[in-house]
């Protein structure tokens, strides 16, 4: 079993930026490929970033590339989300998610190839 808690989430104005953080805990951590995924009111949970077992190799969904970047820290077995250059439409409720993989250049852009998952944090952005 994986625990996954995300925290940093709130409230800020367009343009502003915001650092997401999800702690990691129980089964070996660095066995896991980790990914950030959003979902706002009335719209189904998309992918919003991916990060390899070997944090070298990232991806991201189309509506935030340039724009968040996500890194892990495996001494800290914490995986997070920098988001810059916020619109109202990046609100939305962040899920971080751990997928167990033997492949450590992989990272995952579907819900379905993650094992784990947390309870979410809010993002709320201001216009």
């Known amino acids: 079993q994986v625990q996954l808690v995300e925290s940093g989430g709130g409230l800020v104005q367009a343009g502003g930026s915001l650092r997401l953080s999800c702690a990691a805990s129980?089964?070996?951590?660095?066995?896991?490929?980790m990914g950030w995924f959003r979902q706002a009111p009335g719209k189904e949970r998309e992918f919003v970033a991916g990060?390899?077992?070997?944090?070298?190799?990232?991806g991201y969904g189309d509506s935030v590339k340039g724009r968040f970047t996500i890194s892990r820290d495996f001494a800290e077995n914490r995986v997070y989300l920098q988001m810059s250059s916020l619109s109202a439409e990046d609100t939305a409720v962040y899920y971080c998610?751990?997928?167990?993989?033997?492949?450590?250049?992989?990272?995952?852009?579907?819900?379905?190839?993650?094992?784990?998952w947390g309870q979410g944090t809010q993002v709320t952005v201001s216009s």
């Open positions: 990060i390899s077992w070997s944090g070298g190799n990232t």
């Open positions: 998610a751990a997928a167990q993989t033997d492949f450590a250049t992989y990272y995952y852009n579907r819900e379905a190839e993650y094992d784990y």
């Open positions: 129980g089964r070996t951590y660095s066995s896991f490929a």
